[in-house]
C-alpha cells in the first residue's frame, strides 16, 4: 500500500494521481505537482531527535543516508526501492568569521555546507529522490537540462547504480568545466544545444513528453521531496530548533520551493513550533523573482497568482530575446518552472526576495572561501544577500541565520582563478563583461625567481 499520491497544486483542480505515474506537471490543468501523504498512515517519529540514531547506523545505507533517514517524511518508496550513494552527509558549519563581517553576532551565522554530496552539490539530495521513482516506475532511460550540476548529479546517479542511462542537456558556452568534466567522466551522452539553459529544459521537456525518457529536473515533484531534508539536516545541525533565517539562491527555485513545503508539513506535523524566514537572492542578470516579487507584487494569493503578470513578463523577454547573464553560471535562468511553488514557499515563510550583482556575488564566494568553506559562485549570493539584509537592517545582529552553500568550490575552477590571479585574458574574458571591475580579496600567486634570496625577499624574511 503507497502513503503518497501525487497531486495538483492549483486549489481549484486539486486532482490526485498515483505515485506510479510519470507526470511533471497536472495533466488536467498543466499546474505543477506535489508529492502528498496519508500521514495518518505513516509512522512519523513523535520528535524530529529519533531521526538523529540513524545516522550511527553507517551499515545500513539507507539509515546511513542524509536524505532517507528522515524517510517518513518523504514515504512514497518502501526501503527496498529507496536508491542511494551516501548523499546527504553535510553539515552545518558555524562561521563566526563571516559572521563578523556580517556585523553579527558570534554563534549567529551558519554555512549549510552541501558541496561535500558525492557530486558536489545539493542536487544528490533531489537526484536520490528521483532515481529512487525513476526505478520505481521501471525507467530505463533518464534526462535533464542543467546548469551543470544537475546533469552531474543525475549522472553520478546513472553511473553508481547502473539502473538506467542518462542524456543530459546544456546550453551553449556558459556551463563550468568542473560540470561538465563530471557529465563526461561519469558518461552521460551530454547534448550541447545552440541556446541557454532556459532554451535546453524547453527541449528536454518536449523530448521526455514523446518519448519514453524520464525527466529529472526540479519539475519532477519527487525530485523535490528530496531536497526538504536539506532543511531537516539544518534543524538537526541546531540541535532541532528552529533558525530565524533561511538564506538561499534562486535559480529555477527548487530548493526555495522544496524548504517551504518541507517546513509547511513540519509545523502541520507539530514537529516545529514556528517557520524561519525564507530569503531567496537572485544574481542581478537572472532576477526574474525579484522583479516578480519586489516590482510587480506578484504573491501566491492562496494558489491563484496573477497569471497575466507571469505571461505578460516572459512574453516581454521572448519579444526583446532577453536572456539570464550573470558569473554565477548555476543560477543563469530566466523562467524559473518553481516560480508558483516559491511564491507559496515565500507566502509560508514571511520571505523576502533580494537580488545582488555579479561584484557582491564573487566577492562574498571569496570571503567566503577565506573562512575554508569553497564554494561556487552561485553559493556566494547568500552571503552577499545577508550583507544586504544587514545594511537594510531586515536582518539583526542576532538573528540566527543559516545560509545554504549549495555547491563546491572546485566546480567552476576558471572563475576562482580569474578573480585571484587578476589575469588579464581570464580577466577580460570573465570578469569585466559582467561590470566587475574589482578582484578586492583576490590572494594571487606571487611569482620569483628560483633563488633563496629571491624567495627570502618575497615573503618579506630579510
Ligand atoms: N546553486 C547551485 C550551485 C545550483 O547548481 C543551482 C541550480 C542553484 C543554486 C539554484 O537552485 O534551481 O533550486 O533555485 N542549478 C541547476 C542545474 C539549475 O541545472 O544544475 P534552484
Not at 128 to 133: F, P, Q
Not at 203 to 211: A, G, M, P
Not at 223 to 246: C, N, S
Request: proline letters at 4%.
Amino acid at each position: 500500500m503507497s502513503f503518497a499520491f501525487q497531486q495538483c497544486l492549483h486549489p481549484d483542480c486539486r486532482s490526485t494521481f498515483d505515485v506510479g505515474q510519470i507526470l511533471t506537471s497536472c495533466p488536467t490543468c498543466g499546474s505543477l505537482l506535489d508529492v502528498n501523504y496519508d500521514w495518518n498512515a505513516i509512522p512519523v517519529p513523535a520528535r524530529l531527535a529519533d531521526f538523529e540514531k540513524r545516522w550511527s547506523n553507517r551499515l545500513n545505507p539507507v539509515d546511513y543516508s542524509g536524505v532517507w533517514r528522515f524517510r517518513e517524511l518523504l514515504r512514497f518508496a518502501t526501503d527496498e526501492q529507496i536508491v542511494t550513494i551516501g548523499e546527504g552527509q553535510t553539515i552545518l558549519q558555524r562561521n563566526d568569521l563571516l559572521a563578523r563581517q556580517c556585523r553579527m553576532q558570534p554563534g549567529t551565522l551558519f554555512l549549510q555546507y552541501e558541496g561535500q554530496n558525492p557530486s558536489g552539490s545539493f542536487k544528490d539530495n533531489g537526484m536520490t529522490a528521483a532515481s529512487t521513482h525513476a526505478r520505481m516506475v521501471g525507467a530505463t532511460m533518464t534526462a535533464c537540462a542543467s546548469t551543470g550540476n544537475t546533469s552531474a548529479s543525475l549522472a553520478i546517479y546513472a553511473g553508481v547504480t547502473g539502473l538506467f542511462r542518462c542524456i543530459v542537456f546544456i546550453g551553449s558556452g556558459k556551463i563550468a568545466f568542473g560540470k561538465l568534466s563530471q557529465a563526461l567522466d561519469y558518461g552521460a551522452k551530454t547534448i550541447q544545444i545552440r541556446g541557454d539553459f532556459d532554451d535546453a529544459l524547453a527541449r528536454v521537456r518536449q523530448l521526455c513528453e514523446k518519448h519514453p525518457i524520464y525527466l529529472c529536473n526540479s519539475v519532477n515533484p519527487f525530485r523535490l521531496e528530496g531536497q526538504k531534508t536539506i532543511m531537516y539536516r539544518v534543524l538537526e545541525g541546531l540541535g532541532w530548533q528552529v533558525p530565524d533565517w533561511i538564506v538561499v539562491p534562486g535559480g529555477n527555485l527548487g530548493n526555495s520551493s522544496a524548504f517551504g513545503k518541507a517546513f509547511l508539513e513540519l509545523k502541520m506535523l507539530g514537529l516545529i513550533d514556528r517557520i524561519p524566514r525564507l530569503a531567496i537572492i537572485n544574481a542581478q542578470g537572472a532576477a526574474t523573482l525579484d522583479d516578480f516579487w519586489n516590482e510587480q507584487g506578484l504573491r501566491w494569493n492562496e494558489g491563484r497568482p496573477d497569471h497575466d503578470v507571469m505571461t505578460a513578463r516572459f512574453h516581454r523577454m521572448d519579444q526583446q530575446n532577453e536572456r539570464a547573464s550573470t558569473l554565477a553560471s548555476a543560477i543563469e535562468i530566466n523562467r524559473p518552472v518553481n516560480l508558483v511553488k516559491a511564491l507559496r514557499a515565500l507566502q509560508a515563510c514571511d520571505g523576502i526576495v533580494r537580488r545582488v550583482t555579479d561584484q557582491e556575488i564573487i566577492d562574498c564566494r571569496a570571503r567566503i572561501a577565506a573562512t575554508g568553506f569553497g564554494c561556487e559562485p552561485a553559493s556566494g549570493a547568500t552571503v552577499a544577500g545577508v550583507l544586504r539584509l544587514r545594511e537594510e537592517g531586515v536582518i539583526s545582529a542576532s538573528d540566527r541565520v543559516v545560509c545554504i552553500l549549495t555547491g563546491h568550490q572546485l566546480k567552476d575552477p576558471d572563475l576562482t582563478m580569474a578573480y585571484h590571479s587578476g589575469d588579464a585574458v581570464l580577466m577580460g574574458k570573465k570578469l569585466t563583461p559582467a561590470g566587475v571591475t574589482q578582484t578586492p580579496f583576490a590572494n594571487p600567486p606571487i611569482v620569483v625567481d628560483n633563488s633563496e634570496a629571491a624567495i627570502v625577499s618575497a615573503l618579506g624574511l630579510n
